[in-house]
Antibody
Framework: EVKLVESGGGLVKPGGSLKLSCAASGFNFGSYSMNWVRQAPGKGLEWLSYISGSASHIYYADSVRGRFIISRDNTKNSVDLQMNSLGADDTAVYYC?????????WGQGTLVTVSS | EIVLTQSPATLSLSPGERATLSCRASQSVGHNYLAWYQQRRGRAPRLLIFAASTRATDIPDRFSGSGSGTDFNLTISGLQPEDFAVYYCQLYGGSPLFTFGPGTTVEI
């Protein structure tokens, strides 16, 4: 079974940092591109970042470029999202998802709350 | 920047009825890299359709996608109780690399 499990969410103060991780299983992880997508409370989906299978191509949305860093470890079947300079509008459920042109499957999500 | 517009914002229907959801892109979508997702309340999104018209694995055939260029549709033939959810379209390509539409809520 293909599975993605996010971890690392929680409460963080404005200006703080947090690192999310996504553990993948059930597929040849290094052969697939991975992404992070978030959803603010009551809002729609927002793509944040993409990393290719070999990590040779990385892209970010304008809203997080310069603050967030995506990385992967193909020996551990994991992809991370280092989030810095967090603000209230970064409060959201963060999803890890596999894909190059579309996203499938998705993890269950991890909630990040930015509040003092 | 390509912008996706979904209509209607909310669709009120009864079980057994047919739902037609629209997704319009501000520019032509290359290679029809357009996908549809279903998100039930409190759940992660689920891929329904990719490449505009190809059903994802294990998706019932009451879900169908159509369209090309700038205009795409998702049709649900014979709504089941579990189909009442929010539906998002998503495209690949351009800037940003991936874009989601604002969503259509299908409600009873």
């Amino acid at each position: 079974e293909v599975k993605l499990v996010e971890s690392g969410g929680g409460l963080v103060k404005p200006g703080g940092s947090l690192k999310l991780s996504c553990a993948a299983s059930g597929f040849n992880f290094g052969s697939y591109s991975m992404n992070w997508v978030r959803q603010a409370p009551g809002k729609g989906l927002e793509w944040l970042s993409y990393i290719s299978g070999s990590a040779s191509h990385i892209y970010y949305a304008d809203s997080v470029r310069g603050r967030f860093i995506i990385s992967r470890d193909n020996t551990k079947n994991s992809v991370d999202l280092q989030m810095n300079s967090l603000g209230a509008d970064d409060t959201a459920v963060y999803y890890c998802t596999r894909g190059y042109t579309e996203f499938d499957p998705w993890g269950q999500g991890t909630l990040v709350t930015v509040s003092s | 920047e390509i912008v996706l517009t979904q209509s209607p914002a909310t669709l009120s229907l009864s079980p057994g009825e047919r739902a037609t959801l629209s997704c319009r892109a501000s520019q032509s979508v290359g290679h029809n890299y357009l996908a549809w997702y279903q998100q039930r309340r409190g759940r992660a999104p689920r891929l329904l359709i990719f490449a505009a018209s190809t059903r994802a694995t294990d998706i019932p055939d009451r879900f169908s996608g159509s369209g090309s260029g700038t205009d795409f549709n998702l049709t649900i033939s014979g709504l089941q109780p579990e189909d009442f959810a929010v539906y998002y379209c998503q495209l690949y390509g351009g800037s940003p690399l991936f874009t989601f539409g604002p969503g259509t809520t299908v409600e009873i």
